[in-house]
């Protein structure tokens, strides 16, 4: 079972500022699933991601799924304070497959 | 549209003791997954349920045990219970087998002196 790398690990930036988060991996994903997860919650979908160079947009939020399916990007345009929270990558390859999450990457967005 | 539940919200136990925490699936989802999540980790895979059948499992000893039932609420159970399973224990719901897309609960936080 492949491991999902998750970077930055940390990440706290001004508001109004832009970033991108990166979600990798060596083996080839039939899809890809990204989440936030907000403090004594559970995670929250934002997205899958199918197809190689598949981009989607959901308001500021932007995901990319590399060419080889591989890698997936996050990029969030003028961060706000509610983007605040632990975005997670996750897959299963198979249907009897482990379902694996990455650490995640933890942003703090600053008023 | 009912979202998953579970329960209890907080928990403590002591070492040794059995704790069986419980989860209500998404309305017209049939496949449950249960995660471990410590303090500032990802979500780590304890097993999946389908048909009322374990269908995957992560590197969990087998104290930690499931039940899905068959309205495809859950139970997750731990015995002899050790310091280090202390985290929020999370329930997600979905709508098949294979279908990547997971729709959690607030989790159960257990805590274990």
């Known amino acids: 079972t492949q491991l999902l790398e998750q970077s930055p690990q940390f990440l706290s930036i001004q508001e109004g500022e832009n970033l991108t988060v990166y979600c990798n991996s060596s083996?080839?994903?039939?899809?890809l699933q990204w989440y936030r997860q907000e403090p004594g919650e559970g995670p929250v979908l934002l997205v899958t991601?199918?197809?190689?160079?598949e981009v989607k947009k959901l308001k500021r939020l932007t995901f990319q799924f590399g060419d080889a399916r591989k890698d997936s990007s996050l990029h969030i345009t003028a961060a706000q304070p509610g983007d605040t929270g632990l975005y997670l990558c996750e897959y299963q390859q198979n249907r009897d497959d482990k379902i694996i999450f990455g650490k995640g990457t933890r942003l703090h967005i600053l008023p | 549209e009912t979202g998953v539940t579970q329960s209890p919200t907080h928990l403590i136990k002591t070492r040794g003791q059995q704790v069986t925490l419980r989860c209500s699936s998404q309305?017209?989802?049939?496949?449950v997954s249960w995660y471990q999540q410590a303090l500032g980790q990802g979500p780590q895979f304890i097993f999946q349920?389908?048909?009322?059948?374990?269908?995957g499992r992560g590197n969990f000893p087998p104290r930690f045990s499931g039940l899905q039932f068959p309205n495809y609420s859950s139970e997750l159970n731990v015995n002899a219970l050790e310091l280090d399973d202390s985290a929020l224990y999370l329930c997600?719901?979905?709508?098949?087998?294979?279908?990547?897309?997971?729709?959690f609960g607030e989790g159960s936080r257990l805590t274990v002196l």
């Open positions: 997600a719901s979905s709508v098949q087998l294979d279908s990547g897309e997971l729709f």
């Open positions: 083996s080839v994903f039939s899809s």
């Open positions: 991601v199918v197809t190689g160079g």
């Open positions: 349920y389908y048909r009322e059948e374990e269908n």
């Open positions: 309305s017209g989802h049939n496949t």
